[in-house]
C-alpha cells in the first residue's frame, strides 16, 4: 500500500458481536461485576437470552452501517442468541448485504444451556454453511464446552473445509484451553484474544487481538508481539472503527514496551485481509485531516483522529458516497435500531 495515496482497501474487523450494537445504554446489571466471569454471567450472557430474531436484524443493521461509515467493509462475526438459534446467521448475513458489507458468520457453541443448546448451535453452523454461506464453526469458548462439544465442532469445520472462531484464554477461566484445543487446532482457526496464553502454547491458527475490549474487561495484555502465530485485530463487539482500534493497539503495545512504533499494529490491521481477501477489491477513498497530507502512514495515523471515509466502493458499486450510505437510509436504521433497543433492555429486566 502506498502511504501517500489516500485510499486503502476496505477494513476488516476480524473479530465481532454485531448483536452487542443494540448493548449501549442497557439496564445495569443486578450487582457490579467483581471480574470478568462476573461480567460474562451478568450482562453478555443475559444479554444474549433476550435477543430475538427481530433485534437480532435491526443490531446486524446498525453495526453493519456503523462499520461501514468508518471504511470496514468486511466483519467476521461471531454470534449466540441461546433463545433464538435457527435462523440467525441468516439474519445477520441479510442485514449486512442490505447495508452492502461483507460479513463471515459463526454461531458460538456452548454447554452453558446444555447439551441440546450445543447441538442446535451446531445445527445452525452447518446448516448455513452448506447452504452456501459464508462463514466458520464458532465455539464461544473452551471452559464453557464439554470435550465432546469441542471434538464435534472440529470435526464440522474439517468436513467443512472452514476453520474454527473461538474465545481462547481470555480470562483466567479459560487458562486451560490451549491443552484442550491443542490436538484439535488448524492453522484456519481463529484464536480470539489469548491474553493467558503461554509464549508457546503450541495452538495453530490466526490470534485475534482485541485491545480496547480487553482494557474495558480488565483481563490483562495479551501482548501479541511474543506469538509466532499471525496476528489480527479486532473490536469483540466495540464497534468496527479500525483505525481507532489501531491507535488503541499501538498506544497500549507502547505503554508496554516504550521501543514500540506503529508498524507492529498497522500489521495486525492488514492481516485482516488475509483472513477475508475479498475486502482487497473494495476502494476506500479518506478525508484527510490537516495538517495531514499522507494521511495512510501509519506513524501519521497513530497520531491523527478524525480520519474518516468518504468513498467505500464494495465489489466496484459505491455503498457510502460523502459520509453517507447509498444502498440504505441510515436515519431509519437508527430509528428503527433504538426502538428494537427498548424492546431488548425490557427484555433483559425479566431475566
Known amino acids: 500500500m502506498d502511504p501517500t495515496d489516500p ?3 476496505g477494513l476488516v474487523c476480524a473479530h465481532h458481536h454485531l448483536y452487542s450494537a443494540l448493548a449501549r445504554g442497557m439496564p445495569a446489571p443486578p450487582r457490579t461485576p467483581a471480574g470478568f466471569t462476573d461480567i460474562l454471567e451478568l450482562v453478555w450472557w443475559r444479554l444474549d437470552r433476550a435477543l430475538d430474531l427481530e433485534t437480532i436484524r435491526w443490531s446486524a443493521m ?12 468486511a466483519i ?4 449466540e442468541s441461546p433463545e433464538a438459534i435457527e435462523g440467525s446467521l441468516d439474519v445477520i448475513a441479510e442485514a449486512c448485504a442490505t447495508v452492502g458489507i461483507r460479513v463471515s458468520c459463526s454461531y458460538g457453541i456452548t454447554d452453558r444451556h446444555g447439551p441440546d443448546g450445543a ?12 447452504s452456501g454461506g459464508r462463514g466458520m464453526v464458532g465455539v464461544h469458548a473452551a471452559f464453557t464446552c464439554t470435550d465432546d462439544s469441542l471434538e464435534a465442532a472440529a470435526g464440522l469445520a474439517a468436513d467443512l473445509g ?11 477461566a479459560d487458562i486451560a484451553a490451549a491443552d484442550r484445543l491443542r490436538p484439535l487446532t488448524t492453522d484456519d482457526w481463529l484464536l480470539i484474544h489469548g491474553v493467558h496464553l503461554d509464549d508457546d502454547h503450541g495452538l495453530a491458527g490466526c490470534v485475534v487481538h482485541n485491545p480496547r475490549s480487553n482494557m474495558n474487561n480488565s483481563v490483562g495484555y495479551a501482548r501479541p508481539t511474543r506469538f ?3 496476528v489480527a485485530l479486532g473490536t469483540d463487539g466495540i464497534g468496527a472503527d479500525m483505525l481507532d482500534e489501531f491507535r488503541l493497539a499501538y498506544v497500549r503495545q507502547r505503554e508496554d514496551d ?28 479518506w478525508n484527510p485531516v490537516a495538517p495531514v497530507e499522507t494521511p495512510m502512514d501509519p506513524w501519521r495515523l497513530a497520531f491523527t483522529t478524525g480520519v474518516a471515509p468518504r468513498t467505500v466502493e464494495v465489489d466496484g458499486d459505491v455503498v457510502l458516497a460523502d459520509g453517507r450510505a447509498t444502498r440504505v437510509d441510515s436515519d431509519e ?3 428503527r435500531a433504538a426502538e428494537q433497543a427498548v424492546r431488548l433492555h425490557r427484555r433483559l429486566e425479566e431475566i
Open 7 to 9: 485510499t486503502t482497501p
Open 228 to 230: 509466532a502465530n499471525p
Open 258 to 285: 516504550v521501543t514500540a512504533s506503529p508498524e507492529d499494529a498497522w500489521g495486525w490491521l492488514a492481516a485482516g485481509w488475509d483472513l477475508f481477501p475479498e475486502a482487497q477489491r473494495d476502494r476506500v477513498v
Open 76 to 79: 467476521i462475526d461471531h454470534h
Open 62 to 73: 446498525l453495526g453493519a452501517l456503523e462499520a461501514l461509515e468508518r471504511g470496514c467493509t
Open 333 to 335: 436504521i437508527r430509528a
Open 119 to 130: 447441538r442446535r448451535g451446531l445445527a445452525e453452523n452447518e446448516r448455513f454453511l452448506r
Open 162 to 172: 472452514v476453520g474454527v472462531h473461538v474465545h481462547v484464554a481470555e480470562g483466567k
